[in-house]
């Protein structure tokens, strides 16, 4: 239905609700594109092949071990960090604490 014509939606709609068969028939549709598209099994599905994506380009471009900069190196020559310690491992802190 084109939502920018309101007349033909509301008609549509009317035959719609009135036609038993064909209100199945669109209800059933609706039910396997939930389902299809937007369950948990459909979300993981797209999770996954997300991450599998990542990971192929990731080794497609990634260099020999012997061209790799060791880490300690690399965060030598950051200019800023972010440092996460969401459970409190790092300060042995339970609150947590903001610092300036």
């Excluded at 084109?2 to 039910?31: F, P």
């Excluded at 099994?41 to 192929?56: D, E, T």
């Amino acid at each position: 239905m084109d939502v920018e014509r309101s007349g033909q939606n509301i008609g549509g709609l009317k035959k719609i609700i009135a036609d038993k068969t064909l209100w199945e028939k669109y209800s059933g549709n609706g039910i396997e594109a939930i389902d299809r598209l937007y369950s948990w099994s459909a979300h993981v599905n797209q999770y996954v092949q997300v991450i599998q994506n990542l990971f192929s380009k990731k080794s497609s471009d990634r260099p020999t071990f012997s061209q790799k900069t060791a880490y300690g190196k690399t965060l030598a020559k950051a200019n800023l960090f972010i440092i996460s310690d969401l459970d409190g491992t790092l300060e042995g802190k339970k609150q947590l604490v903001w610092k300036n």
